[in-house]
Every structure is written in C-alpha cells, then in structure tokens.
T-cell receptor, first 115, second 113 residues
C-alpha cells in the first residue's frame, strides 16, 4: 500500500521569496516520487522525479526536491518565487512491486504568489 | 507530436444519459490511464491499461467502463450518468509504469444534471 500527504492545502508567498511545499509519503516498496504542476484549466506537467538515483533532484523552472528516506519526505523548494509559479502542485508516489504500477496523488497544494 | 489529446473538452449530460470520452496518444506508449479530479481530492485513478487489449480497475471504477482496442486509444464510457460523476476527467499515458513520467491530456469537464 502507498499513500501521500501534502501537509499544506494552500501556501502563499511574495514574489522573490523562497517556496517550500511539503510532502510525506508511505510505501511498502522502494518508491518513485514525482512533483507535478497544474496551471488553471490545464493538464498536469511533470516538474521533477526521484527514482533511486541522487537524493537531491533538480527540475524545471528552478524547482528542486530532496528525498529523505529517514523522514519519508519529498519536499519541493524554489529559492525565489515568480508570479508564473502560481498553480496547484501535486506530490505523487509510485511503487513497482507485484502488480502495483499506479500513481497515488496527494490532494494538492495551491501556491499563491503575491506581487 | 500532439502528445495526449482528449475529446470532447466540455460536455453536459442529463442523469441517465450515456457518453464516451476518447483519449488518443501519439507517443507509442504502452500504458494509459483515466483519472477524475474533484476539488480537494487530487486525482483518483478510474481504470488503466498496460497494453492493447488489456484493462484494469483503479481506485474508483464503479459506473465506468473502458476499452483499449488500439494501442493509441483509450475510451472511457459512462453507461448511465449520475450527478456524482460531475468532474474533470484526465487521460494520461506512459512508456511503462512505476518509474516513468505520465503525460497528461488537457482534460474533459463533464457536468451531469
């Protein structure tokens, strides 16, 4: 079984300040972890993924995430928020094991960026 | 490449009506998925397919049927629509499962009155 908890449903930051979106996961197998972004009325786009290589993963648009097995966390960060980062972000876990090839999505974190 | 496309983009149904949502991908992906997205719920998997001619149930399959007659197409059917099926539906595809990125279509907004 696997699950994802996004610790904040809404995060508000000012433009130019750091972004932290928190995600905890549980998985019975070695997980793959993803962050997806969804802009209003759009489909989801992959930001970055972790698949058991380097624990610090760099993605598009200056985002990065660190896999911490001891804390079962995969928090998303960005040093300086831009207005175009305003969107909903989903943390996702996938675990290859038995017949489990499905993604489990968190409930999402809405990021607001204030001018 | 168009990626993943969905037809239609919007639809309004009356309770009890039926309809089919079409998903097409031109990336030669083996795996395809149908999700529904509801406010505050994230995305929930309805059905998925690991190859042409195969389908499997996801997290919330009741009230839906699917078919994968061709590798590039994945159809989602609602035989008798209910207001609880009002949602935004997303199709996705991936090369294989687990560690591979899923590519998403733009979504279909369905309202059942």
């Amino acid at each position: 079984a696997q699950s994802v908890t996004q610790l904040d449903s809404h995060v508000s930051v000012s433009e130019g300040t750091p972004v932290l979106l928190r995600c905890n996961y549980s998985s019975s197998y070695s997980p793959s972890l993803f962050w997806y972004v969804q802009h209003p009325n759009k489909g989801l786009q992959l930001l970055l993924k972790y698949t058991s290589a380097a624990t610090l993963v760099k993605g598009i648009n200056g985002f990065e995430a660190e896999f911490k097995k001891s804390e079962t966390s995969f928090h998303l960060t960005k040093p300086s928020a831009h207005m175009s980062d305003a969107a909903e972000y989903f943390c996702v876990v996938s675990a290859a094991g038995g017949s489990n090839y499905k993604l489990t999505f968190g409930k999402g974190t809405l990021l607001t960026v204030n001018p | 490449n168009a990626g993943v496309t969905q037809t239609p983009k919007f639809r309004v149904l009356k309770t009890g009506q039926s309809m089919t949502l079409l998903c097409a991908q031109d990336m030669n992906h083996e795996y395809m998925y149908w999700y529904r997205q509801d406010p505050g719920m994230g995305l929930r998997l309805i059905h998925y397919s690991v190859g042409e001619g195969t389908t499997a149930k996801g997290e919330v399959p009741d009230g839906y049927n699917v078919s994968r007659l061709k590798k590039q197409n994945f159809l989602l059917g609602l035989e008798s629509a209910a207001p609880s099926q009002t949602s935004v539906y997303f199709c996705a595809s991936s090369e294989t499962g687990a560690t591979n990125e899923q590519f998403f279509g733009p979504g279909t907004r369905l309202t059942v009155l």
